[in-house]
């Protein structure tokens, strides 16, 4: 009787379990069956202004900059200026203690002389010995003088002649020594090469410099005309394409936070500037310079600076929110894009079709449905991209979410239009994901 009841017990257990697996399994298959609604933004596609900007950090700088360094070494024994004075042009900066090369210009004015004399002396003698030489042709010719006396004579002259030109050698040299010694002590004072300001002074009076005609020496100070400033930015090696000469920039400067300053890209770099070469953090960039045309603000060397360089205006096309545009990589041949991959034959399996390059496109909303629509794009801004090819204006273009678009929506798919699309959700949290 008991293993009857016991009986029936697990009967009941194993019935409940059967039902409740029974339900499981109905509730997974209806579930799988019912159709994946996605959720969207959208806008409609209108015709806008965009300009294509490039961004770029850098620091201010003068244009005009000339580095002021020793070319002899000695201790400073004036300097009249200090950081932040206004000179012009061949106003005394620097003057380098004169003592031991005022006495290499003595040295080698005394050598000079010396050698001037030695050449004095040898032109009289040269003469003399010309003289002899041509009393000496009259008497060989009259056959008065003998062949041995004649050589002798000539041999003289010609040794004097020869000692002569050595001794104007010795003046020409002494000449060149004389000019390299005053030379040096010229370099001794330092003028100002341009009307500027001292922005930099790294040296101090009584305090020795080196310098040489092989090497640069110490540098003394900088003198730059700060009436004309310029920003310079390193643009990536993607970017510097797309830059002119004479493009337009708006530069905000980080010392004024609230002022607009504008400028004109005047000069790019025609070499790159790498850094990490050899390395995975490996950066190429060109330097480019632009003229900054504000005049009422006091700009300092060195301040940091950031550009936005407008390198081409379109206006009244048809663009797209920046977001938009996605890539997609075809399924099957009827979906083979125009340029590109070649077309998957049947019988090679399915899934995407592996030879097929991804297209750009966007998705547009028909009758409740994703519509995927292969475009070209543009130029773009920091919020809307140009459509060249593919799109018509008044179609409702998916604007939104991030995750919809990029990941979600395929050709087909059902969706569900938003009225009005989340505050952030587009935002830089989201596309950090």
Known sequence: ???????????????????????????????????????????????????????????????????????????????????????????????????????????????????????????????????????????????????????????????????????????????????????????????????????????????????????????????????????????????????????????????YPDAKFTGVVYEIANTAKSKGLGTQEEVTNFEVKIRVLNKNVALRPGMSMTADIETETKKNIIAVPIQSVTTRAPKGPGDKPKEGGEEKKEGEGGGLATNDKPVECVFIVEDGKAKMVPVKRGINDEGYAEISEGLSEDAMVVSGSYKAINRELEDGAVVKVETAAPKFAMGKKEEKK
Do not use: C, H, W
Not at 29 to 34: A, I, Q, R, T
Not at 37 to 46: L, M
Not at 137 to 145: G, I
Not at 170 to 177: F, H, K, L
């Open 1 to 255: 009787m008991a293993n009857g009841k016991k009986n029936k017990k697990k009967l009941f257990i194993f019935s409940g379990i059967g039902v409740i697996a029974v339900v499981l399994v109905l509730v997974v298959v209806l579930g799988s069956k019912k159709e994946n609604i996605i959720t969207v933004q959208t806008e409609k596609v209108a015709r806008r202004s965009i300009t294509q900007v490039v961004n770029a950090s850098g620091k201010i700088q003068p244009e005009t900059m000339v580095k002021i360094n020793a070319e002899v070494s000695g201790e400073i024994t004036a300097l009249p200026v200090k950081e932040g004075d206004k000179v012009k042009k061949g106003e005394l900066l620097v003057r380098i203690k004169p003592d031991q090369y005022q006495a290499q210009v003595d040295r080698a004015e005394a050598g000079l002389q010396s050698a001037r004399a030695n050449m004095n002396l040898q032109k009289a003698n040269l003469e003399k010995a010309e003289s002899e030489y041509k009393r000496a042709q009259e008497l060989y010719e009259k056959k008065l003088l003998s062949d041995q006396e004649y050589i002798a004579v000539k041999t003289s002259y010609n040794a004097a002649k020869s000692q002569y030109e050595s001794a104007q050698a010795g003046v020409q040299q002494a000449q060149a020594s004389l000019r390299d010694a005053k030379e040096s002590l010229a370099k001794t004072t330092i003028y100002s090469p341009m009307n500027g300001t001292v922005s930099q002074l790294l040296s101090e009076l009584g305090e020795r410099v080196s310098g040489s005609s092989f090497t640069q020496g110490t540098q003394i100070m900088t003198v730059a005309d700060l009436s004309m400033m310029e920003a310079r930015v390193d643009v990536g090696e993607n970017d510097i394409v797309n830059i002119s000469i004479g493009d337009t920039a708006r530069i905000t400067i980080d010392a």
